[in-house]
């Protein structure tokens, strides 16, 4: 997650924690899963089912969606959940390789290197299980478009510190609590819930990580780099979101997608949920001054507050 080091954590004298590391890898150890297995890859899939909780579809609460058939309704949530697993797929692997720079000189020994291995093999999992997830789902290989891709090339080759694990936090937040409403959700075809349930119980370690060390680089952060990284975060979390659902699904659920895109950029439906779903994460970043003014206006447009 972090990319630049000193000299001295180069060497593996990374300073010490308060012992983080060490519980995240002994809860690994107690409750991690194997989508192979705790997944139902086999049973066929059932259209009498949603793929995601209705009311965070980006059509939920317009006109359009008034039309829609319940037939519709639901092909429409289940390509919508196939395109946020291809974005989740798209910045797990910016994710893995920052982690891997990080910790690439380090001491292999110690609680904190082997946790960041751990988290890699979580991702490495998950990002399995969403290509598997979409396919079953019946949708394509949805991929962000061509600036997204590229400016998430730059950031994992420029993010560190703050920087890295905050904006890692910020996609895994969002992630959380749309995942959180979607596994309880009968509605929701089964083996996404399982996949939702998994993800959520894993990456609950990975964001109590992200916080503590974007608190832990933040504690030598200048005033100038704090700003720089605060905009950068926000930058990062405004590619990443407004990424999540790519144009195509409207036309592969069958519907029109210019007027589906024209009345999903004005829901203030989807909108409002997406600000709830960010409150813990903004009161966050605020909290270790992260929301300067230039950040707020990426986050904003982002309608994450």
């Given amino acids: 997650m972090a990319i630049h080091t000193s000299p ?21 150890a107690r409750l991690s899963y194997d989508p192979l297995t705790e997944v139902d890859w086999d049973t066929p899939l059932d259209t009498s089912f949603h793929g995601a909780s209705p009311e965070w579809s980006t059509l939920y609460g317009t006109a359009y969606w008034d039309e829609l058939t319940d037939a519709q ?28 720079r990080d910790i690439y000189a380090k001491d292999p020994t ?31 290989a949805y991929r962000p478009h061509r600036v997204a891709l590229e400016l998430g090339r730059f950031f994992k080759t420029v993010a560190f510190g703050e920087a890295a694990y905050a904006a890692i936090l910020v996609a895994e937040e969002v992630l959380d609590v749309m995942q959180r409403d979607w ?24 964001m109590k990580f992200a916080r503590d060390e974007t608190r832990r680089h933040l504690a030598r952060a200048g005033r100038l780099r704090r700003r720089i990284h ?50 813990g994460l903004m009161e966050f970043l605020d909290s270790v001054g992260l929301l300067t003014r230039p950040a707020l206006f990426f986050y904003q447009r982002a309608h994450l507050i």
């Fill in 8 to 28: 001295s954590e180069a060497a593996g004298n990374r300073p010490s924690d308060d012992g983080t590391a060490r519980r995240l890898l002994d809860s690994s």
């Fill in 73 to 100: 309704r639901k092909a429409l949530t289940r390509q919508e959940a196939a395109s946020v697993a291809s974005t989740g797929i798209w910045f797990e692997m910016i994710l893995q390789q920052m982690v891997l």
């Fill in 110 to 140: 110690d609680d904190t290197v082997q946790w960041a291995l751990t988290e890699i093999a979580d991702e490495c999992r998950h990002s399995i299980m969403f290509a598997r997830g979409a396919k079953k789902l019946q949708a394509p």
């Fill in 183 to 206: 596994m309880r959700d009968e509605r929701v075809v089964p083996f996404v819930r399982t996949i939702n349930n998994i993800h959520v119980v894993e990456e609950s370690r990975h």
């Fill in 230 to 279: 605060a905009l950068l975060i926000a930058v990062a979390a405004y590619v990443i979101v407004t990424s999540m659902v790519n144009r195509k699904v409207y036309a592969n659920a069958g519907l029109d997608e210019a007027r589906a895109l024209r009345e999903a950029k004005a829901n203030e439906h989807h909108k409002s949920m997406m600000r709830a779903s960010c409150s």
